[in-house]
């Protein structure tokens, strides 16, 4: 059954609302989301909905393959996303990029 749902920390709503942040990363747990489903969005911290998103792909990434590229699409520094990423997925080298659009 895939997911039909994602939450984000409150940290990045703002960027997700504004366009800016088209990508998130995640682990197995979190990789069975349908191509062109749309999935609601929720606050981790208090399960708030924000936005919905039309999933685009799901693509394996090991974590020693992060680039520039993924750090723009997540509207940060690679510095800052490797660091996120340890914080949320400590020594998890198996990773998904889940890209997205928002549609309301
Ligand atoms: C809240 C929750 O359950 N899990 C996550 C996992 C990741 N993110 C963000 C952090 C980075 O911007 C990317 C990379 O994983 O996605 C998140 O907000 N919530």
């Given at each position: 059954m895939s997911l039909t749902k994602i939450t984000f920390f409150e940290r990045f709503e703002a960027d997700i609302l504004s366009g800016k942040k088209t990508i998130t990363i995640r682990d197995e747990s979190e990789k069975d989301y349908a191509l062109d489903s749309v999935v609601q969005v929720s606050t981790y911290e208090t399960n708030r909905w924000f936005c919905a998103l039309k999933i685009h792909s799901v693509i394996s990434l090991p974590y020693?393959?992060?680039?520039e590229f993924h750090a723009q699409q997540e509207n940060m520094t690679l510095l800052a996303l490797k660091t996120v990423i340890q914080e949320i997925?400590?020594?998890?080298e198996s990773l998904y990029v889940i890209s997205y659009e928002l549609v309301g």
């Open positions: 020693s393959q992060l680039s997925y400590p020594n998890i």
